[in-house]
Structures are given as structure tokens and as C-alpha cells.
């Protein structure tokens, strides 16, 4: 008997638990979904941060204390580019350039982005399959009280600083899921969906913005199960807590799962914090969702396919 | 009561000369204008061979053992494209890439090669003038045994083996001289016009095959004094003597001056060949041409402008 897992994530934190479940499940049986709103043009080069997160994380390449990037990174393009006077607010290191420029010497030759991202992987010797959410483009933009800004603008450059009124994800509305993915998630030994504890916001929310993708998760019998970026009002990393709070929203789990309504079936919270109040229609797990380590990973992703086995033990 | 000099060159020999020229005389008296049909489009990026050369030569950063990148280089993004699968034959060092990135950043906005040539010289503190021959494209093509190739195609791709036939510049006719190139060569102090020891077929005539640079040098009032790339019956550095032979010309400086009949006054041949017997129209002189170090080259550029002083003093 076959089984298949789709995990729909963003940068970092959505990294360590596809690398979790990577390590859970045979290769075979695991489809990652990634975010590509946050993708950009930048010094003539498409860079698409959150496919490179999550490849860096299944390659065993991630720099562990940056969250970012490769790890025995070397930064000498980076000094002479600003030597010559070129732009340095985004930081791109020696070996992660070569992803970029490969990358986009492949698209330049007119392959889809879900191509190049199977060929990189494979060349990273990365057996699970990671998709781009779609190969058309979609960009995540940001209003704040200085008007509407391009994600990275506000992201990397501004650092997160203008107050969030609301995002849009230009292009979603004519995205197309890649077929594969579109795939994984009509498959009839589907036993769970995933969604990574990635930024709801501008991670998760503009994968769900490409209607098919939103369609599939709405009509999946598997059960969908989200889990938590925020511990103890914070968030482990990234904007996603001055996010809430920018938005009247309160900095809790349950805020976070509020959004995923008519999307999930569950939802995970850490074991630090208290087990939320029910919401129609969401059964909240408790587990350890911080992830230092590579055993973290596995134990989370262990502990949420459990969940989502139980989910479906209790249906009548 | 000013003076003028402007030398013609190519990659790294030349560029050794275009140094000891620019430790010889005052900043605003040189102009060096740079081969551009080496120029090529590779991982998306427009790079530049020669005129990198000649800034890395000026501004202290060549390498001197490899003869060609920057010193203190570091491999990380060859290593990683390689691992990912794309082109090796071509190396970028990390260093090196920065400027590729950069000029190509900049052309891609629509500001002219040569601008971009001043805007990288000034970033690396380079005073002297540096300049492409020209702002529109010049490819250089080699027919070979195995029919055309392009320029680095064979260069470097091909290690010059298969043996060349003829060369061709394609868009040399329709190319126009830089302004500031064509205004440097019409001064009315031009005291010399140096012609570097670089490659005769790949280096020096795509920029004579330019044609209002080749007018104006056979037009020019000042001496026109080229030095020799042959030394002891061979190349000082890349395939100079190769192409000789298999155009079935003799391995001399004799044999390069002569491509240079109607826009040379002079000829420099090392101090350890014999001087040439006399050719219409041009002067031998001798001088210690092999540039091994920084001094090296400033006496070579000495010598150089004291040949074509000569020649001035000379005239009836």
C-alpha cells in the first residue's frame, strides 16, 4: 500500500520540518510545495530565496547560524561588488550565486522553474520532490504606511521597519499550480498535507492564493495539518509576530489558525504553550516545535503525521 | 604646453605596458583604449576579457602567476556551478564575478560600455583614461580546420588547438570609435601612439579593423610605435607565435611588424633578437620588452616613448 505527504512551505522554519519529514518518510512519499512569491530580479538573476532555503535544508548545505544561505559560505563577490560600487543590501554569498546564476541561465533558455528546481535538487542529491508552487510568476507585495513596496524591498532592504496594512500577491490569480503538485495533491493515497510552521502571511498565504492550490487543500480527503510559527507570542524567527500585531491581530497560535479556516483540519501548537480554545472545525495537537536540531526535525515531523493518522482514526 | 599619449592594447601583456605607461607619464596624459571583439555573452553576463586586464593591470590587481583574474582570488562559485551542473571551461573567480555582474547590471540599464568602463575604473582607483575601442559590438571569429568558431569558443574552450586559417571581426565595419577614443587619437599634442605587445590577429587589429580608428591612426601626425610580442621566436604569452605558423608566416617580429605596414612608424624588438633589416616606412628600435616586474614595465614605457621621441627629432 502506497502513501504520499504534500508539505506546502516558505523559508526557514518551513525548511527544517520538509527536511524533518524528508527524514520520516521515504523519498518517495513526500512532495514539498514552496512559495516562490518571494522570488525576485536582482542584479540580472531570477533568486527564489524560499526554494533555496528549503534545497540548502534537504541538501544538508544550510548555514546553521544565519538561517539563510550556505553554510562555509565565502563572501568575496560580495566585497568587491560593493568595492564597485554595486548594490549590497542583499547578501549573496560565493556558492550561493552559482544557484542563482545557474538557475537563471536555465530559465534564460526557456525551462520552467519547476525543471531547473528538479535538476538542482538532483544535482544536491536531493531525492524528495520539491516543487515551485507554480512557473508563472507570482510576487508578494507589501502596503504599509509608506505605500505599497515589492516583498524583498521591504523584507531584506527595509528590514521588516514600515508598519503591514495588507499583502497582495500579484499575478496568483492567473497562476497555475505546477502540474506535478496540482498531481500530489489529487492523489488518492494522499495521508496528509502539511503546512510548514512557515510566516502565514507571506510564506503559506500566497501559496494558497493560486486558486488550484487552494481548491485541492479545500477538496483533499486527506486531512490538511498546520503547524504553529508562533511559540510563547513569539515568532522562532522572521516578521510573522510584528506581523499579527501590525494587523490587530493577537500574537497566538490561534490567531495563526484562524486564517487557515475552510483550509485545515488541525492545527499544532507547541507543548510550551496552552492548548487553544476549539474552533469549529480545527482539532488542535500539541507537540515540540522548536527545531535545533536535525532530531527535533524528525521528532516534529513525526509527531504531525501521528496527528494527522489520529485525525483520521477519529472520523465516524 | 601639454602632451598626449594613447596606447592600443589587448589582455595581459599589453596591459603590462598600458601600466608602465601610466607609471610614466601624468594621469591626464594617457589614453588606453582596450580590444573589445574578445568580448562574449556567457551565464547571461556580458564579459569583458581585456578590458579587465587592463584595470586589474592598473589598479594592482592582477594576478601574476596565472596571468589573467584577480589576485587573492577565491573559487567557491566555480566549485559550486559545477556541481550543479554548469559550465566549467570558462572560469569566474569570486572576486572576478563581481565584475562581470556589475557591468552587466549596468549595460542591461542602458548605460554605454565605455561609461561603464569609467564608472569600474574610478570604483578601483584607476586615474588614466581607459576606454572600449568601441561601444557597439565587435565579435571576433576564427576559422579553423573545423570551420568558424567564436572567439573564447576557441580560446578557451578549445585551448587554441585546432589551427586557424583566418579571422574575421564581425561588426567591425559598422562599429564606431568611442567619442572620447576618436578625440584622443585627433589631438593636436599627441606626442606617440603605442601600439602594445599584444596578440597582431586577436588583440590589435579588431581594434584597427574599427575603421574610424584605423583612419585616424594612419592620418595621426604623431609617431605610431608598436612593440613586439615575438621575443627569441616565440609568444612571450598566449598564441601569438601558434597563429604565426599555421598562417605560414615566420615566428619573427619582422613578421608581425609587417602586419602593421601603412599605420606604424617604428617597431621595438627585444634587446636579445637582432635588429631587423630595414622596412619601408619603419624604424627598428631595440629594447628590453619581456616585463617581468613593476619596474620592468615603467622602463619598457620609457624606452617606448624615448623611440618615438626619436623618430620626431629625426624628421627632416
Sequence with gaps: MTSHVVALC????????????????????????????DDFEHLGLHISPDLDSVMYALAGLSDPDRGWGQRAESW??????????????????????AVHIERSRRLSEGVRLSEVTAQLCSRLGI???????SDEPVRTRVLTDEGW??????????????????????GAEAAHAVPE?????????????????SNPFVSVEPILAVSDIRLALERARAPVIAV???????????????????????VTPEAVARRYTGI????????????PAPIRG???????????????????????????????????
Tied chains: 1, 2.
Design 149 to 170: 513596496l515589492e516583498f524583498q524591498e521591504y523584507f531584506v532592504h527595509r528590514h521588516c521597519e514600515p508598519p503591514v496594512q495588507a499583502f497582495a500577491f500579484a
Design 264 to 275: 485545515i483540519d488541525a492545527f499544532v501548537v507547541d507543548a510550551a504553550d496552552p492548548l
Design 76 to 97: 568575496n563577490f560580495m566585497e568587491m561588488l560593493q568595492q564597485l560600487g554595486g548594490p549590497g543590501w542583499f547578501r549573496l554569498g560565493d556558492r550561493d550565486l
Design 181 to 197: 503538485a496540482a498531481r500530489a495533491l489529487a492523489r488518492s493515497d494522499l495521508t496528509a498535507i502539511v503546512i510548514c510552521p
Design 228 to 250: 504553529t510559527p508562533i511559540v510563547g507570542g513569539k515568532a522562532l524567527k522572521g516578521p510573522a509576530a510584528k506581523m499579527l500585531g501590525e494587523l490587530g491581530l493577537e
Design 127 to 133: 531525492t524528495v520532490r520539491v516543487l515551485p508552487m
Design 282 to 316: 480545527i482539532t488542535f495537537f500539541s507537540a515540540a516545535t522548536i527545531m535545533r536540531s536535525e532530531p527535533d526535525r524528525l521528532r516534529l515531523a513525526q509527531a504531525v503525521l501521528r496527528s494527522a493518522a489520529e485525525l483520521v482514526a477519529r472520523e465516524p
Design 10 to 37: 516558505g523559508g526557514v522554519g518551513g525548511a527544517k520540518l520538509a527536511h524533518g519529514l524528508a527524514m520520516a518518510l521515504p523519498a518517495e512519499s513526500l512532495t514539498v510545495i514552496v512559495n516562490t512569491a
